[in-house]
């Protein structure tokens, strides 16, 4: 395990790790047929023995390894997600457990990118002016596809029932979810549903390992804003790992400095250490 020096201003450690495999030994059973432990170190029994080398008594046949195909099947995935990550090394740990928290929640990585995704997230920087204006961007694509979505969706409503139904001052669900989280989230709050009404929540850094949680309160039908500062608590879910050389462990969140140039300390909170145990449980959980 190699660790690579990084500026104070990132907040992560980077962690290369060099993959080792090891083939196990010759293991054996704890007990036999009878469920008495074994004792001394008698020859193993191969899956044709039918009898036992000592005492002579017969061995009852070891049920066979179930194959691929009498494997039950996985559950089908709650549905697919995209994350689309801008900015410091700090959104790449957010991302990471992100994914792990919907991972662990049932829901499943779109293969096919944002188009592929029922829930789409943008995990955004507010460091810079262009840096916002590609978040708006890319969201732009994704609120026009969600307002097709929704047409057709009221469309078909409206040929089964009678036209009234269109009077309906609230259009129904569509099955995408627009997520724009990260500092941008942080930095405008509410108003991000003002200039992009199809948004469906809008959280800030602090709320990543909470996101499995929030989409929960949109299928309610809410439009949720989640951007206070609260204390963060240790990840229940394992990030998932954008790489399988290197890893971004957090040593702490947010700032307590109040340079004039830095946006840190406003879109992130206060300084939040971990404990020095939890960072090194992470780091050893790496391999």
């Not at 089964?160 to 405008?188: F, I, T």
């Not at 929960?216 to 998932?240: N, T």
């Amino acid at each position: 395990m190699k660790r690579t020096p990084t500026t104070a201003a990132s907040k992560v450690i980077r962690i290369e790790v060099k993959a080792e495999f090891e083939t196990g030994g010759d293991t054996t059973d704890d007990a036999d047929d009878g469920g008495s432990p074994r004792t001394g170190k008698g020859k193993k029994n191969s899956t044709s023995t039918s009898t036992n080398e000592k005492t002579g008594t017969p061995l009852a046949r070891r049920a066979p390894l179930p194959s691929a195909s009498s494997a039950s099947p996985l559950p089908p995935p709650k549905g697919f997600y995209h994350i689309h990550t801008f900015g410091c090394q700090m959104n790449v740990a957010d991302s990471e457990r992100m994914a792990g928290a919907l991972e662990a929640a049932g829901w499943a990585q779109s293969a096919s990118g944002a188009d592929g995704a029922s829930v789409v997230i943008y995990n955004t920087c507010s460091i810079r002016d262009k840096a916002e204006q590609k978040v708006y961007s890319a969201l732009g694509k994704q609120a026009k596809r969600k307002r097709a979505a929704m047409s057709r969706e009221r469309a078909g409503v409206a040929s089964k029932n009678d036209a009234s139904v269109l009077s309906s001052s609230r259009p129904p669900p569509s099955d995408l979810k627009l997520v724009l989280a990260g500092c941008v989230g942080s930095q405008e709050g509410a108003a991000l549903l003002r200039r992009v009404p199809e948004l469906d929540l809008v959280m800030g850094p602090h709320h990543a390992n909470r996101i499995a949680e929030l989409l929960e309160r949109v299928d309610l039908g809410q439009q949720v804003v989640a951007v206070d500062a609260v204390e963060i608590e240790e990840d229940v879910a394992l990030p998932r790992r954008g790489s399988r050389l290197t890893a971004w462990v957090n040593a702490s969140f947010g700032c307590n400095e109040a340079c004039t140039y830095c946006v840190v300390p406003r879109t992130r909170g206060a300084e939040q250490s971990r404990k020095p145990g939890d960072i090194r449980r992470e780091m050893l959980s790496l391999g």
